[in-house]
């Protein structure tokens, strides 16, 4: 004879019969952010660096499928307005900024020379990490870019390391740690909100929520699919952005950065966004439709929707083209430097390696 079971309590119930997780009616929240209020020439600039990550990004995929990059190679297409978004309110040289291996477009976003990125993914000597970091392990100290991380997750904890760097050194600065939906169930992210939250950490954890993970729906793949509540359980505030608006993306950054600064620890920023291509370069992507893709592309597009501000800016077609012009001209230089570059010395594999006498 079958052992009845315990009926499971319903959501609802479940939630009836306890309080809401870290609720605490004197504790401050941040205020509810509203869109950016950009001038005509932050619009532009917004444009030229969204559009320059695109332009890499397409010109990144086609020296991959050349064989001139080799290994993994992730691409940002679609999620430009994070980034440019994001980092346009940091200060480089003081707040610092780690990501997981989908990492082209930050460095883009924080000034790094188009050529030396480029020069990186094709393994090349004057690439930034001198050719041996690729695609997923690029790191410039001098611009507080600290990687590119290929193992999933691992960037949260390094990044709690920058905010309590911050803070022990008293310089001001801010960390901003990027990482995934798919990432955004592994264990390590959470000792690392709880650290940061108990020692109260200039840090801003941002979810780059582009759906899919490496190819599971975020519905299928999480039981709290909301990932912005993902830190009520350690009293981290967490606000639902369109991470396709760089406006929006840009008025939420400035509101993150208010409430770190102001001393009241940790904030997560989760970015709705999309990714256009698969998850890598060797990715099909058939676990959704193309016009699923193609229907983001026509109602969501970040660099359109930001040509569509510059417009209402009074900003002509002519000066949008000239734009686009220049960036052609600037990634098709990079792409030049890059295959023309010489590659390392095979010396250079024993430098900056640790190697044990036993």
């Not at 020439?41 to 559009?51: A, D, G, H, K, P």
């Not at 707040?95 to 000034?111: C, E, F, K, Q």
């Not at 193309?290 to 930001?306: C, H, L, N, T, W």
Request: charged share 25%; net charge negative.
């Amino acid at each position: 004879m079958a052992k009845p079971t315990t009926p499971r309590p319903t959501r609802a119930k479940a939630q009836a019969a306890a309080p809401a997780a870290g609720a605490d009616h004197n504790r401050p929240r941040p205020d509810t952010p509203g869109d950016y209020k950009a001038s005509k020439e932050e619009l532009l600039e917004f444009y030229r660096q969204m559009v320059l990550i695109r332009r890499f990004e397409e010109k990144a995929g086609q020296l991959y499928g050349l064989g001139l990059i080799g290994g993994f190679c992730h691409l940002y297409i679609g999620q430009e307005a994070v980034a440019v978004g994001i980092q346009s309110a940091l200060q480089p040289g003081k707040d610092s900024v780690i990501t997981g291996y989908r990492d082209h477009g930050h460095m883009l976003a924080y000034g790094i020379d188009p050529k030396v990125i480029m020069a990186e993914l094709t393994g090349r000597e004057a690439g930034i990490s001198r050719g041996k970091g690729g695609s997923m392990h690029m790191f410039s100290v001098e611009h507080k870019f600290y990687g590119g991380h290929g193992i999933v997750g691992a960037q949260v904890s390094l990044g709690a390391g920058l905010g309590f760097a911050h803070k022990y050194n008293e310089d001001g600065g801010v960390c901003v740690a990027y990482f995934g939906d798919g990432a955004a169930n592994q264990g390590q992210v959470y000792e690392s909100f709880n650290m940061a939250e108990l020692w109260k950490l200039p840090i801003i954890f941002v979810i780059e929520n582009n759906q899919y993970a490496m190819g599971t729906s975020v519905n299928r793949s999480s039981a709290e699919d909301q990932l912005y509540r993902r830190g009520e359980s350690f009293r981290i505030p967490g606000i639902q952005v369109n991470g396709m608006d760089v406006l929006a993306v840009r008025g939420a950054t400035e509101e993150a950065l208010k409430w770190v600064q102001g001393g009241n620890g940790p904030i997560l920023l989760e970015m709705k966004t999309y990714r256009y291509r698969g998850h890598s370069m060797s990715d099909p992507a058939k676990y959704r439709s193309r016009e699923e893709v193609q229907a983001m592309r026509d109602k969501s597009d970040p660099i359109e929707g930001v040509k569509k501000y510059l417009t209402d800016a009074g900003v002509s077609e002519e000066e949008i083209k000239t734009i686009d012009q220049d960036i052609r001209k600037i990634v098709a230089e990079a792409a030049d430097f890059a295959e023309t570059s010489p590659e390392p010395d095979m010396a250079e594999l024993y430098t900056d390696v640790l190697v044990e006498q036993y």
